[in-house]
Every structure is written in structure tokens, then in C-alpha cells.
């Protein structure tokens, strides 16, 4: 993978699309399509009932992901018995905890700092455009950047988390990576001769995303509660203000509109269902393509972290496993099946650890 091609200037960075065709093969539509019809012919009774698996599957999976403790949900599978919590605490400990070790695997290696936004950076809220947060975690933030290539990577549109941060500093990917701007002055850019870097491999479904947006909003207003988020790249059907026992007709609307695109698939997160693009493209191939970005693409002296809260988080996890470099850490309280190595309870935790991690930095700075 190379960025060369996606270097555009900072004026064209916002009306233009740098890089109109997808270089990633899509799955047969027509394969997808037609598989579908056959089997609705000849088995209706197996669709439905394949079709109500499937649902209960993604209500399960957003009931599992979400910290159901919050507004006195009475959903008994959220809270984990003793045994379980202290058995995934051994097994993905606290990176508080584990601080020292954590900094020693990193010595005489540059540390690259990748943060989700939802659920890691603001508390996970009721009204998805209320998600702020604290002055004192911007100010983490903004001591983190001084120190460390910092980048935010999050499901939301790109603009509208740079909406909620307001650091100028920062590298962000929005749409779950589909839509990377790397800052034109940023000091630890090596590569695009001081020129904005905009990469955006799903831009041919912008049109698609904006028709199944439209569509997702009629077909789910109904529902008391619901809401659709347009992120650009992708879209969110939000459940947080929905009763639970309307979570599973959500879900059917939801899905009776994106049987009409085959194109885009649907996964469940934190009390939320996202509809993306099929291309091989996510925040693993995100935080991929930044530490390329940042001259890092294929050394040893790197050492990224990535803090995030929810599934789609762990295709970087699963990234920074593969490459036997620096380390995943998985914002819950909950027990989780999980590729991340460590462990942090909630977003007040990840503003103690970054706080560490640049007092930790200043101190070393000193001493050397
Ligand atoms: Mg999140």
C-alpha cells in the first residue's frame, strides 16, 4: 500500500475526493444478490426464520457490547459473576497497573498514540451529538500531542469529531477510517512536502450512503427513540433511547431497507447498529496506513497503541497482534472477548493513563 496518490492540497482537502476508485475488490453483488432470490423462492419459511436468527444475533451483540448497568437496565446477562470479572482482569489487566511494563516494552522505540473517540475519550450518551467531552481529557489530549504523533480514529463523520476534539494538532480518521485527514503542518509528517493528506477509499458510495440514510430515516421514524446518524462513509441507527422491547422491530426496519443494498453490510456495536461499505478497509487499515503516513510503515522502532471501547476497534487490536508491535488496550467494565492486550475501565481511566504516559515521557526526557 503506498500513499503517494492521495497527497491533495489543503484547499482541494475539503471539496475534493482524493481518490475516486477503491482499490479493494468488492465482494459478487451479483453472487450476494442472486443467492438471495433463490432462496427466497424456494424456502420463505427458512429466510424468515434465518432472518429472526439474525436479528436476535445483532440485539444479543449490542446487548453484550453495551455497559447495561446504565439506566437501570434489567437485562441480568450485563453483570458478570466475581470469578469472570477477575478472570478476564488477569488475562487483559489494567494498563494502569501494568504501567511500568507497558513503558519498558516501548523504550528506545517512538510511541504512536491512536485513540477511538465514543465510549474511550467522552462517555457514551443518549443524545449522540451531546457526546462531549471533559476540558481536563482535551487537555490530556493536547499534552499527549506534544509528545507522541497523536491520532483520533472513530465511526463518526470526520468533521463532526473534530467538532467534539478541537485539536488541530491531531491526525483524524471518521467514517471507521474511511475518511483520514493527516494535518498539513503536522511536525512528525515525512511525507507529503507539507501538503494536506487526504484519503478516502469508500468515496463511490457516498451517493449510496446518502440514498440509505434517507431511506433508514423513514422506515425507522416511527420507532419512539430511534435515530439515524449520517457519518458520511457509513451510517449509525443509534438504540440508546430506544426501549429494549422495540430493539427487535428496529432491527427488522433496519435490515428490510439494506436488503436493498448488497453493497453495504450491517454490524452491531455499543447499542448501535452501523452500516458500511463492503470494501477491505477499517481501523486496523487506518492506523495502518497513519504510522505509513508518519514514516513508519516498515520499522521496528515503532510502538502504537490504540485505545478503544468497541467491536470495530478490534480490527486494529487484531493489526497490532499481527505485527508483534506495541499494544491494544479495550475500554470496558464489562468482560469482553477481546485481541487487546490490556484493559481500562472507563474514560476517566484513559485520561490517568495518558496523563501517565506524558508524565512518564517528561521524566525520561530529563534523565536522558
Ligand atoms: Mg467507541
Given amino acids: 500500500m503506498t500513499n503517494q496518490n492521495v497527497v491533495v492540497s489543503e484547499a482541494m482537502a475539503s471539496s475534493t475526493v482524493a481518490n475516486p476508485t477503491p482499490p479493494f475488490p468488492y465482494p459478487s453483488e451479483k453472487g450476494r444478490a442472486s443467492g438471495f432470490g433463490v432462496r427466497r423462492k424456494c424456502m420463505p419459511q427458512l429466510e424468515l426464520c434465518e432472518n429472526a436468527g439474525r436479528i436476535n444475533v445483532w440485539i444479543e451483540s449490542m446487548k453484550a457490547l453495551s455497559p447495561t448497568q446504565e439506566k437501570g437496565s434489567a437485562s441480568p446477562a450485563a453483570a458478570p459473576s466475581v470469578p469472570e470479572q477477575s478472570s478476564w482482569i488477569t488475562r487483559r489487566p489494567s494498563a494502569l497497573s501494568m504501567f511500568e511494563e507497558i513503558t519498558k516494552a516501548s523504550m528506545g522505540k517512538q510511541i504512536v498514540m491512536f485513540l477511538d473517540y465514543d465510549g474511550t475519550l467522552s462517555p457514551i450518551v443518549d443524545d449522540p451529538d451531546c457526546a462531549f467531552m471533559s476540558d481536563a481529557m ?71 450512503i446518502e440514498k440509505v440514510y434517507k431511506a433508514l ?16 462513509f457509513c451510517v449509525s441507527v443509534h438504540f440508546r433511547c430506544v426501549d429494549e422491547k422495540r430493539w427487535s422491530g428496529l432491527a427488522d426496519q433496519v435490515k428490510s431497507v439494506l436488503r436493498e443494498y448488497p453493497r453495504l453490510r450491517l ?102
Wanted: contains cysteine; aromatic residues 10%.
Fill in 138 to 208: 482535551r487537555d490530556a489530549v493536547r499534552d499527549l500531542a506534544r509528545h507522541f504523533p497523536t491520532a483520533i480514529v472513530s465511526g463518526r463523520c470526520r468533521d463532526k469529531v473534530y467538532s467534539f476534539v478541537r485539536l488541530t494538532e491531531l491526525y483524524y480518521a471518521g467514517s471507521h477510517g474511511m475518511d483520514i485527514k493527516v494535518p498539513a503542518n503536522g511536525s512528525h509528517l515525512r511525507k507529503a512536502n507539507g501538503k494536506a493528506v487526504l484519503f478516502q477509499p469508500a468515496s463511490k458510495f457516498l451517493p449510496m
Fill in 217 to 232: 430515516l423513514e422506515r425507522t421514524k416511527s420507532t419512539p427513540g430511534a435515530r439515524v446518524e449520517n457519518n458520511k
Fill in 267 to 368: 454490524s452491531p456495536g455499543r447499542k448501535v447498529l452501523e452500516i458500511r461499505p463492503i470494501i477491505k478497509w477499517d481501523k486496523g487499515k487506518a492506523m495502518e496506513f497513519l504510522l505509513e503516513s508518519l514514516g513508519f510503515a516498515n520499522c521496528n522502532d515503532v510502538f502504537p497503541v490504540y485505545i478503544g471501547d468497541d467491536r470495530t476497534d478490534e480490527d486494529a487490536f487484531k493489526v497490532l497482534r499481527n505485527r508483534g508491535q506495541g499494544f491494544g488496550i479495550l475500554v470496558s467494565k464489562i468482560p469482553k472477548e477481546t485481541k487487546a492486550s490490556y484493559s481500562l475501565q472507563e474514560p476517566s481511566e484513559v485520561m490517568d493513563f495518558l496523563q501517565r504516559l506524558v508524565e512518564w515521557k517528561m521524566l525520561t526526557c530529563r534523565r536522558w
